[in-house]
């Protein structure tokens, strides 16, 4: 297990910044846990210090890890200045979280920002006391992070960004872009909690439609190479990607996935169209990052996740890749291009 402080106080400010350089900084300030802290802890005593709790990899999530930090430069907080920051990461290895959740609690950090929804559920689990800032694309009531949006009690709150909410429209947009479709094609990571949540309401939304849904299941880079080549026996129109953090970390694998088997794929960021994925629609996930990054400095301040309402990102963004959609040999109606706020052309 590998303790991650750095200080990302210089040179971040733009949230699209390279990622090569963003991971090259982390790697550089990498080190095991059982040395890392008691050197910061001499260093910084003085200085409250955020867990940050990712299923994720820090190269993929380098953006959001940007934009947190904006989020708390918003509130007065600056890495390696008044506030130092230990990192987490599982790596898509969701069953490790707990451990390192554990880790976070031994070292009596501030507050914790579980950020993901396997990581929200473990940093729930894990402890009653320490203050938690989440994201997470699901209802965060039905997850059980919280007891309401408005008055959360206990010592989590944080940010959602309409995830869930949305995950019905993908499949109308891929019924929109196929109205002769008969069969779409699902890719969920089964180790993610609300996998069989976002299936169901998938699956409705087909159904009003008169789809068929066909799961294809991936959870390591292998499982998403081998559901792309999976998918051409579904005989499927589109693929729509269900939310998942170790999906959110890797929009270029699945964007190059797509291109490579020729898929016709949707996935709920930016970040996937803007890397040959055919379209996107959803929240914003920089957005979300950034909002947390503010409430978690709030609670730094005093302020008691209790008393703090769950924020919404409300920012939803649809993203249509003109040129990818050329590279397919599809034509895109004029009713989405003409209600997307972006074309990539």
């Known amino acids: ?47 409250p210090v955020i867990g940050f709790l990712n299923g994720a990899s820090a190269d993929g999530f380098a953006p959001m890890v940007a934009t947190f930090l904006d989020g708390l430069k918003e509130a ?6 008044n506030v130092a920051i230990e990192y987490r990461w599982a790596n898509g290895k969701y069953d490790q979280l707990p451990a390192l959740a554990d880790d976070l609690i031994r070292r009596q950090v501030s507050v914790i ?24 694309g699901s209802d965060p009531v039905a997850l059980g992070l919280v007891a309401s949006l408005n008055r ?51 699956r409705a939304a087909a159904e009003i439609l008169g789809l068929q849904i066909e799961v294809l299941n991936a959870s390591t880079e292998a499982d998403v190479g081998s559901a792309f080549a999976a998918f051409a026996q579904k005989r499927a129109a589109a693929l729509v990607i269900c939310a998942d953090a ?6 270029e694998l699945l ?12 996935y709920e960021f930016h970040q996937f169209a ?17 909002l947390a990054g503010v409430y978690t400095g709030r609670i730094l301040k005093g302020e008691k996740p209790a008393e703090m309402p769950v924020q919404q990102s409300t920012k939803v963004e649809l993203i249509v890749n003109l040129k990818t959609a050329k590279a397919l040999g599809l034509t895109v109606p004029l009713s989405l291009l003409g209600r997307a706020d972006e ?3």
């Open 255 to 266: 964007a190059r996935q797509a291109i490579s088997h020729s898929v016709p794929a949707i």
């Open 76 to 81: 007065g907080f600056v890495d390696g200045r």
């Open 1 to 47: 297990m590998l303790a991650y402080r750095a200080d990302f106080s210089g040179g971040l400010k733009n949230p699209m910044m390279k990622r090569r350089e963003f991971v090259a900084l982390l790697g550089a300030t990498a080190a095991a846990s059982s040395t890392a802290w008691p050197r910061a802890a001499r260093a910084q005593a003085a200085m």
């Open 152 to 202: 959360p009690g206990g010592n989590v709150t944080g940010v959602t960004q309409l995830t869930g909410e949305v995950a019905p429209k993908r499949v109308e947009l891929a019924h929109e872009m196929f109205p002769a479709a008969k069969v779409i094609a699902l890719l969920v990571n089964p180790k993610n909690p609300t996998a069989e949540t976002l299936t169901k309401v998938s």
């Open 343 to 345: 074309v990539i052309e």
């Open 246 to 251: 170790f999906f959110n970390s890797n929009p």
């Open 274 to 290: 803007a890397a040959g994925g055919l379209m996107s629609y959803g929240g914003s996930i920089l957005d979300s990052y950034r």
């Open 113 to 136: 920002a579980a950020t993901g929804t396997p990581a929200n559920l473990t940093a729930k689990n894990a402890t009653a006391t320490i203050p938690i800032v989440f994201t997470t």
